[in-house]
């Protein structure tokens, strides 16, 4: 059953890339110059689930639509392997087009930090830690 999400925001058009030792992380903001802020609201679709391997959501932003596919799995290592690919279409009339990918990279490293950290805030409760 699809569901619809929506969630308001601003995205900053930088003037330089992300620098620093964790702008890999999406921490590094910084670094950069501000040109305009520019408002929007992203709208998510679910488009399939399957619990407790894979979500795929269809978003749509500033003319820009993302198939966004999210996947769980083990790791070789212990714990949990999250993979998250985007297939991007069309063309914003708001940003620049590395500015859409430097805003897409931010949030999906933001949003993989943040996975992770509920992650490890269930892990520590549920063992005591």
């Known amino acids: 059953m699809p569901s619809r999400i929506s969630n308001a925001f601003s995205i900053a058009e930088f003037t330089?890339?992300?620098r620093g030792p964790r702008a890999r992380h999406g921490r590094s903001v910084a670094a950069c110059v501000i040109v305009r802020q520019v408002r929007a609201t992203v709208s998510a679709d679910v488009t399939?689930?399957?619990?407790?391997?894979?979500?795929?959501?269809?978003?749509?932003?500033?003319?820009?639509?993302a198939e966004q596919h999210v996947s769980f799995g083990p790791d070789l290592r212990g714990g949990t392997r999250v993979r998250m690919t985007m297939d991007l279409v069309g063309k914003s009339s708001e940003l620049s087009e590395s500015a859409v990918h430097e805003a897409i990279t931010f949030?999906?490293?933001?949003?993989?930090?943040?996975?992770?950290?509920?992650?490890?805030?269930?892990?520590s409760s549920a063992s005591g830690q």
């Open 16 to 18: 330089t890339k992300l």
């Open 48 to 65: 399939s689930i399957s619990p407790p391997r894979a979500i795929s959501l269809l978003n749509r932003a500033l003319g820009v639509t």
């Open 107 to 123: 949030f999906t490293n933001d949003t993989l930090d943040t996975v992770v950290a509920l992650c490890r805030r269930r892990f």
